[in-house]
């Protein structure tokens, strides 16, 4: 998987991001589902705004590193560029952090990625 310069997000190819937060200590399933929901529906939000389309595809339990986690999944037209786009982003507390997982992908590579990024999820450890 390609992805731009250190710290640079590319729309027109897939990116996988791992983010690490402190601040809201380890969320648990319910939190992290409530949390990923609420993202989702703001971005569905901002898209009807704009006349342009965003649905959420599935939202579902599943895990992290062997501890429950939430995943969501969306799909939504870029309000940059207009491309099709799917977002797939799973979340869980871990250790007294909080891990959120994302891969965003133009709609047309998503699958062709999918396998490689589902093998990274299940790989993910926190010591």
């Known amino acids: 998987m390609c992805c731009g ?17 402190e601040e809201r200590g380890a969320m648990s399933q319910g939190s992290a589902r409530a949390y990923l929901e609420e993202r989702a529906f703001e971005l569905v939000t901002a898209t009807l705004e704009n006349n342009e389309q ?22 939504y037209t870029s309000l940059l560029d207009g491309s099709d ?32 990024v589902q093998n990274m999820i299940n790989s993910f450890r926190v010591e």
């Open 5 to 21: 310069e250190q710290g640079e997000f590319t729309a027109d190819r897939p990116n996988f991001n791992v983010e690490v937060s």
């Open 54 to 75: 965003a649905e959420v595809t599935q939202s579902a339990p599943t895990t992290l590193a062997g501890q429950p986690a939430w995943m969501i999944e969306m799909r």
């Open 85 to 116: 786009n799917v977002q797939m982003q799973v979340m869980a507390g871990l250790a007294g952090r909080t891990y959120l997982l994302s891969y965003s992908s133009p709609a047309d590579l998503y699958d062709e990625y999918l396998p490689e």
